[in-house]
């Protein structure tokens, strides 16, 4: 059976640090890319940050989380975890992992490549 299935989420005080992962697992093929959503209350879902191993592989991040995020894959096949570091309230929201597979072009801004959900881990920062 495929899943995709995050976990590592919690409630930290501002300045705290969390570690999410994902596994997308059941699935024959690797990931061309891997990424992290978030969507707060009444605001639209954003990217993160991304990964992917092809072409020599790579990252992206959202301006908002530079130098305080850091995505990264696992050793096992279609992992991935976002260490997060000095996190601020604004970061609260719902963080979701996102898989993108059987894409002949490869562009990680595209949220439409992405093609296979997990359903979120919740994760709050009070100040």
């Known amino acids: 059976q495929e899943t995709v299935v995050e976990s590592g989420g919690g409630s930290v005080q501002a300045g705290g640090s969390l570690t999410l992962s994902c596994e997308a697992s059941?699935?024959?093929?690797?990931?061309?890319?891997m990424r992290w959503f978030r969507q707060a209350p009444e605001t639209q879902r954003e990217g993160v940050a991304s990964?992917?191993?092809?072409?020599?592989?790579?990252?992206t991040y959202a301006d908002s989380v530079k130098g305080r995020f850091a995505i990264s894959q696992g050793d096992a096949e279609n992992t991935v975890y976002l260490q997060m570091n000095s996190l601020k309230p604004d970061d609260t929201a719902m963080y979701y992992c996102?898989?993108?597979?059987?894409?002949?072009?490869?562009?990680?801004?595209?949220?439409?490549?992405?093609?296979?959900w997990g359903q979120g881990t919740q994760v709050t920062v009070s100040s």
């Open positions: 990964s992917w191993r092809g072409g020599g592989g790579g990252t």
């Open positions: 996102a898989a993108a597979f059987g894409i002949a072009t490869l562009d990680p801004m595209d949220k439409s490549q992405y093609n296979t």
């Open positions: 059941g699935y024959f093929y690797s990931a061309n890319c």
